[in-house]
């Protein structure tokens, strides 16, 4: 099984600004890597995929790159309603598994 | 409108069994492998099972394989998990989702999900 480590578990950003996720997996899973976000009540999101796509209808702030084991998600200039879990998932291999989240709040 | 609308959560007693449903609309059912995630209180999102379109194998992880089996009937287009020897563990929402492409090969990862039925095990 693939673990996907995300880090860091809580990260406390102002509107405005930047903000960096990483998502590190156990082994390779080239470019089969996608991102979701999850509000509070809420089913998650699928925001990216195949590492640096977006998905329709995501915003031009939110940005994936990586590729193996190093995968960053990049939100530019915080909007209010970014602020959420987000979530790393690899695809590449059965089982599928996701990170443990990384939790962006207002700081 | 594409939409996944989960049913079938309850209460239940360890040991015992449910089925979840999930019904879909708004896209060809049949040609989408479908996915259920669960995601305990206050935790993260764990993957259950994907059952692949067109008639591929069935997947599972390893929590819950022996004890769960996924199903689908694309005449109804109705996924289902037959929930079978429940644990307390076992306690999650549990979300369907389709997955994001069409047809067989490597890519599951989901674009549409539904809101997730609540399974509750307790005695």
């Known amino acids: 099984e693939i673990v996907m480590t995300q880090s860091p578990v809580t990260l406390s950003v102002s509107p405005g600004e930047r903000a960096t996720l990483s998502c590190r997996a156990s082994?390779?899973?080239?470019?089969?890597l996608a991102w979701y976000q999850q509000k509070p009540g809420q089913a998650p999101r699928l925001l990216i995929y195949?590492?640096?796509s977006r998905a329709t209808g995501i915003p031009a702030r939110f940005g994936g790159s990586g590729s193996e084991t190093e995968f960053t998600l990049t939100i530019t200039s915080l909007q209010s309603e970014d602020f959420a879990v987000y979530y790393c998932?690899?695809?590449?291999?059965?089982?599928?598994?996701f990170g443990q989240g990384t939790k962006v709040e207002i700081k | 409108e594409v939409q996944l609308l989960e049913s079938g959560g309850v209460l239940v007693q360890p040991g015992g069994s449910l089925r979840l449903s999930c019904a879909a609309s708004g896209f060809t059912f049949s040609t989408y492998a479908m996915t259920w995630v669960r995601q305990a209180p206050g935790k993260g999102l764990e993957w259950v099972s994907t059952f692949s379109a067109s008639g591929g194998d069935p997947h599972y992880s390893d929590s819950v394989k022996g004890r769960f089996t996924i199903s689908r009937d694309d005449s109804k287009n109705t996924l289902y998990l037959q929930m079978n020897s429940l644990r307390f563990e076992d306690t999650a929402l549990y979300y369907c989702a389709k997955r994001a492409v069409s047809g067989r090969g490597i890519g599951h990862y989901m674009d549409v999900w539904g809101k997730g039925t609540t399974v509750t095990v307790s005695s």
């Open positions: 998932q690899q695809y590449n291999s059965w089982p599928l598994t």
């Open positions: 195949g590492a640096s």
């Open positions: 082994q390779s899973v080239l470019s089969n």
